[in-house]
């Protein structure tokens, strides 16, 4: 039979330093895993704002562009504008005349220090950015190049473009 030697004046030094070394490194793994899941978390909801502000952004420009008729004469074709003037035609009867008449209203579409602004009202959030956010003229249609980023943040822009055709 094999005989059992025990320790009667406690650790040692080596079995001491062999456990404080592998609670470190249990230690150090677990701060490291959980400063990524955090990192990742973060970066998950900037890109999720992000998404979720260009939605509310393009519906904004949609609702915008769903009664434009014809570009104003004052644009540039052909040229990246930070704003794009629209007309909205609308045909109204007047009983009076017996006749329709036209009523044409002008309204704009801008990028106005970093914000998108349509008809004059601001629709982007200020919590986000539009850095180089353009419009471009082509024939009879409207392309919209819209980058977001988030104030506070240098990390990857969120970049959406968009075509509206005038017809």
């Given amino acids: ?11 040692s030094l080596i079995e001491l330093l062999a456990v404080l070394a592998l609670s470190s490194m249990v230690i150090i793994l677990g701060a490291s895993f959980q400063t990524g899941m955090f990192k990742a978390g ?18 904004a420009l ?10 104003a004469s004052d ?3 052909g040229a990246e504008l930070k ?6 035609i609308e045909k109204i009867y007047d009983e009076n005349k017996k006749e329709f008449t036209e009523s044409r209203n002008t309204f704009s579409i801008e990028v106005r220090g ?16 539009l ?5 471009l003229i082509n024939g009879n ?3 919209c190049t819209i980058i977001l980023n988030t104030k506070d943040s240098n990390g990857e822009p969120y970049k959406i473009i968009k075509i509206f055709d005038l017809s």
């Fill in 75 to 77: 644009n540039q074709i």
């Fill in 83 to 88: 704003a794009v003037n629209l007309l909205e």
């Fill in 131 to 135: 850095r180089d956010t353009k419009f």
């Fill in 42 to 59: 973060n970066l998950t909801i900037t890109k999720n704002e992000l998404r979720n502000e260009s939605v509310l952004i393009l519906d």
């Fill in 62 to 71: 949609n609702k915008a562009m769903e009664n434009a008729d014809e570009f």
């Fill in 114 to 129: 970093n914000a998108l602004f349509i008809r004059g009202k601001q629709v982007s959030d200020e919590r986000h950015v």
């Fill in 141 to 143: 249609q409207l392309v």
């Fill in 1 to 11: 039979m094999m005989k059992l030697v025990k320790n009667q004046q406690g650790i």
